[in-house]
């Protein structure tokens, strides 16, 4: 995640939108029950903790088959490997 990005997303004052979710009762009494244990103040937030969790994987994923789509692209068209190869290693490393 860019740094400007998790900046953002690291703001208490974030503009939220209400949502309506139907979910089974015993995972919501499950959540309920669960959140303290976790640092929640209740099940709202962990559902969002989740949900959070679940879309940073995504991006991340989806980030990176772009990147090797892209790789593969550049192998095609006669890039050399090796170039590409420090490349993508150098993408890899914390900014």
């Known amino acids: 995640m860019k740094t400007s990005e998790l900046r953002q997303r690291l703001q208490k004052d974030r503009p ?3 949502i309506t ?3 089974p009762e015993d ?3 499950d959540m309920k029950n669960i959140a303290p244990y976790l640092g929640f103040s209740g099940y709202q937030p962990l559902i969002r903790h989740y949900v959070g969790q ?3 994987v995504d991006k ?5 088959s772009d990147v090797q789509e892209f790789a593969n692209i550049l192998r095609r068209h006669g890039i050399d ?7 993508m290693s150098e993408l890899a490393q914390p900014h």
Do not use: Y
């Open 21 to 23: 979710l139907r979910m």
């Open 60 to 64: 991340e994923r989806f980030a990176r």
């Open 27 to 29: 995972v919501v009494d």
């Open 54 to 56: 679940g879309l940073r």
């Open 16 to 18: 939220m939108v209400s």
């Open 81 to 87: 490997p090796i170039v590409i190869d420090q490349a």
